[in-house]
């Protein structure tokens, strides 16, 4: 049983920095993707970064490209999203998500395994 905890949320001001951290456990393959999304009130989903644990590549939505890094630990099956210069439109239920490796890690629609999330708040 696959198995996502989220943790790291918070409030922040804008310009701020915040790192959240996603511990999984369960997996029967050895590399995958590790995805972050997120989710506004009133809005959709929408996939933010993604790193396939194999080789490290790294996948990011235009909307925080040069702002948000993606990374992992692989001897701690943990991956972390550092967030900096954030922004209140930043501001959703920040969730870790897992699959395997194809299609490639940004289709984000083939995200299979999902953690209960975290918040994150901007203010300005």
């Known amino acids: 049983q696959v198995q996502l905890v989220e943790s790291g949320g918070g409030s922040v001001q804008a310009g701020g920095s915040l790192r959240l951290s996603c511990a999984g456990s369960?997996?029967?393959?050895?590399?995958?993707?590790m995805g972050w999304f997120r989710q506004a009130p009133g809005k959709e989903r929408e996939g933010v970064a993604a790193i396939y644990t194999g080789d490290g590549s790294t996948y990011y939505a235009d909307s925080v490209k040069g702002r948000f890094t993606i990374s992992q630990d692989n001897a701690k099956n943990t991956v972390y999203l550092q967030m900096n210069s954030l922004k209140p439109e930043d501001t959703a239920m920040y969730y870790c998500?897992?699959?395997?490796?194809?299609?490639?890690?940004?289709?984000?629609?083939?995200?299979?395994?999902w953690g209960q999330g975290t918040q994150v708040t901007v203010s300005s």
């Open positions: 369960g997996y029967t393959y050895s590399s995958g993707c």
């Open positions: 998500a897992a699959r395997q490796a194809y299609p490639s890690c940004n289709y984000w629609q083939w995200y299979k395994y």
